[in-house]
């Protein structure tokens, strides 16, 4: 397995000004301080975006007081084997249904909620989307999983929001949220997960690729 | 070579209010919005910061008016082998030093300007930063290298700033800038260069690994 076989896919959800963002958080501002269009020879931009905006890792300092910022968090934990689960036939993703699934101690799962013939940008501004629940963050700490990813705004029910988090963060559970698996199958995969390393922060847009195992 | 093998080395710059950005161009600035320290019971925060602070990926379109941008690079540009080539000794890096080099079309070149007990932030200071000049460009371009990246605030001499990105852009080789190559010794390395993928933009923060071969 050649890194340079390439092969690989990517997951990343794009960052514009029309990227969505959770209700209440603003979108992403793109403004070119020097362009072509205005006769400099030149482009040049700068950015404003909440740092939860498109593909993105949470780390613990998220919710944990004392927890790791996204800097800190270990490349191994973003990278090697990880399953797709096609959860998009559910309404929550419950410990019960990963009860399931055979999962094991160290496990990278990224949860697929939408089908490949949803409207993104429709499934991505509802509120009742699936993720996880309490019991079922409770259940992957339990096991010992080190990564949970989603496709949805967030890895867990908008109405225990906080909660989940918690449960996930206090056990260094790094968290992916806003990933596009369209055309991705339930399967075993190999994946790179590389948040850009924004000091003292809880969350950094990543970019993160996928590739058959 | 096992991608979860790890040993993987992180030669990316990280972002800060503090990170040292191109003269005249704005520092970054990073907001939180809730904190613990304010009675919130989680950290979420926002970012506003020019596309070129700290490590980063200049594309195309950062001097070709028709060029790609950031988020249309192909991955497979940005991944595989790369060169280190230890230019600490020099004033500037030249077509002639290069030619020493036995470089081939395909390659991955990583310039190593700064010594590893130089003060690093002193030296990002300094505008007589060693770099390319315009006819090691025309070189590497001849050449068909696919990737040029440098530890220093930029792949050309500030006084062919233009003329060098232009060269190397129209030729659609990658430039990488702001890496932080102390501690990592002239050889060849397996590389992961990935920007997060901002739609439209010249250039984009990108984390950077590097590998023993």
């Not at 794009?14 to 070119?32: L, M, N």
């Not at 968090?73 to 249904?97: F, Q, Y």
């Amino acid at each position: 397995m050649v890194l340079t076989e390439g092969g690989w896919m990517d997951i990343s959800e794009p960052i514009s000004k029309s990227t969505i963002v959770w209700p209440g958080d603003p979108q992403a501002i793109i403004t070119q301080v020097a362009s072509f269009d205005i006769g400099d020879n030149y482009q040049l931009s700068e950015a404003f975006l909440n740092l939860h905006t498109g593909t993105h890792v949470d780390a613990p300092l998220h919710f944990i007081k004392e927890g790791k910022d996204v800097s800190q968090i270990r490349l191994e934990t973003m990278m090697g084997e990880a399953k797709v689960l096609d959860a998009s036939a559910l309404t929550v993703i419950s410990a019960d249904w990963l009860m399931t699934k055979n999962l094991r101690k160290g496990d990278r799962l990224l949860f697929k909620t939408m089908k490949d013939n949803d409207i993104r940008q429709e499934k991505l501004s509802q509120m009742n989307f699936i993720a996880l629940d309490v019991d079922a963050a409770y259940y992957l700490t339990e096991l010992g999983i080190v990564l949970a990813g989603i496709d949805g705004l967030s890895i867990a029910k908008a109405e225990e929001l906080n909660e989940t988090h918690q449960v996930l963060l206090k056990n260094e559970i790094v968290i992916v949220e806003v990933l596009n698996l369209t055309g991705i199958q339930e399967g075993n995969y190999e994946m790179i997960c590389l948040p850009i390393k924004i000091e003292g922060a809880e969350a950094a847009p990543a970019r993160v690729l996928l590739r058959q195992l």
